[in-house]
């Protein structure tokens, strides 16, 4: 099964506009790619709460943003034999983050985990 999309802020705003104006939910789902259920649960969050933003999850805030998450990924495909104590201090000089080695570590396993699951022609991190 892929993974899901998530709907950026204008596109569920543009979602909850088109289906105010009358344009069926599998309408609504096809000219934003994503599965009627998608549009559907949209709608009905809307109707309970009013709001379309999504709501606050538990759990720990990620360390890395998804530039940095990159720039880790993308020294580990360049230097194969690098460590993730050697990508610790380039992610830091570079961006100014300090994380810890596991970090490190597992951004680089969550690539491999993805390149496992997909084909190489698909994915053109692998």
């Known amino acids: 099964m892929p993974p899901r999309r998530k709907l950026s802020d204008l596109d569920r705003g543009r979602a909850i506009g088109w289906l105010q104006d ?27 709460t009013g709001r379309v933003q999504e709501r606050q999850r ?13 720039f880790i990924q993308r020294q580990a495909m360049q230097q194969r034999m690098a460590t993730a104590n050697n990508i610790r201090p380039l992610l830091q000089a570079t961006t100014n983050t300090v994380v810890s080695g596991q970090t490190i570590r597992n951004r680089i396993t969550q690539l491999w985990l993805a390149c496992k699951a997909s084909s190489p022609r698909n994915n053109p991190d692998c």
């Open 58 to 70: 538990s759990g720990r805030p990620r360390v890395t943003t998804q530039r940095e998450d990159r």
């Open 22 to 48: 009358g344009v069926a939910a599998r309408q609504v789902a096809q000219r934003l790619a994503v599965a009627p259920s998608v549009i559907i649960r949209l709608k009905q969050r809307f109707h309970a």
